[in-house]
């Protein structure tokens, strides 16, 4: 009897050790809440060799993304989509940001738009300033110490200062090769009507005639699918057909489909950045994207 009651408590004790040992034993940690925004962190940019900036992605994953030297600037090619649409950062201590302005949103901080000596447009956020991506996009950073007024021709502006119905007032980032962009005042920037764009285009009067024609034959189809399909074909047939584009996104704008009708307001806006119709339907379009 006594062999048994010593077993017992034996038992009894082996299994409060064991209790005790799983109790003492450290708790794993729950791994951290992912943010709800990518971000950039962990800038090196006055690195020498490899400057650099960690993209860390709301997965926990972290990514080390490589500038280019160019001209003075550190690049992130817009090509690469480097950048995904989701990700914030703060523009650090003594450099300057510059975006393209659609894919980018200020947060917080200064904004103003900037014009190199191209003539290309972006925005310009200034340090400290909190800048969101709405679209995937590349980035440029520059210090200050390396500014050269000729390069850069900024007009001081909030990000709440852009104003839809000023004419000048647009921050579409052009395609730096296209040499119809420095037409661009002289084509017609508000009508919709054939007669009075067409005439602007560096064509001969025959061909301005039948691609006057082309669009009045167009401009009565009914369906707005034939009209995106039409026109599509046209600014295919010459892409300095800005018109052309338009309605090809006013057609996908009343489609509903959101995304094609920006893409074609940006092929329109890349001919002629001051295009006013274009630029409307780009921010009715965005409304549908967001």
């Known amino acids: 009897m006594k062999k048994i ?7 009894v004790i082996l299994v409060l050790l064991l209790v005790s040992q799983v109790s003492a034993a450290p708790k794993k940690r729950k791994p951290a809440s992912s943010s709800s925004y990518n971000t950039l962190m962990d800038w090196r940019l006055d690195d020498k060799f490899r400057p650099s900036v960690v993209l860390r992605l709301t997965n926990g994953k972290k990514l080390t993304l490589v500038f280019e030297r160019r001209d003075g600037m550190l690049v992130l090619p817009d090509k690469q989509e480097l950048i995904p649409e989701g990700t914030r950062f703060t523009v650090p201590k003594n450099y300057m940001a510059l975006c393209n302005y659609y894919h980018t949103e200020c947060v917080s901080g200064k904004a103003s738009r900037t014009e190199d000596s191209e003539g290309t447009i972006r925005t310009l956020f200034e340090q400290g300033a909190e800048v969101e991506y709405v679209r995937p996009s590349g980035l440029i950073m520059v210090s ?34 296209s040499s119809l962009r420095k037409q661009a005042r002289e084509f017609e920037n508000r009508s919709v ?4 764009v067409i005439k602007t285009y560096d064509l001969s009067s025959r061909e301005a005639e039948e691609l006057i024609r082309k669009h009045n034959e167009a401009l009565k189809l009914r369906s707005n699918r034939e009209k995106a399909d039409v026109y599509a074909r ?14 090809v996104a006013l057609a996908n704008f009343n489609m509903g489909r959101g995304g094609q009708a920006l893409t074609w307001c940006d092929k329109a806006l890349a001919v002629n ?3 006013y119709p274009a630029k409307y339907v780009r921010k009715k379009a965005e409304g549908i994207v967001k």
């Open 5 to 11: 009651l010593a077993a017992k408590w034996l038992c």
């Open 144 to 177: 200050y110490a390396d500014v050269a007024s000729e390069r850069f021709s900024v007009s001081s502006s909030r990000k709440d200062d852009y104003d839809d119905d000023d004419e000048d007032d647009y921050d579409y980032e052009p395609d730096p090769q």
């Open 193 to 196: 009507k054939p007669e009075d």
């Open 234 to 247: 046209m600014f295919e047939e010459y892409d300095g057909d800005y018109l052309a584009a338009y309605y």
């Open 273 to 275: 950045p001051l295009y």
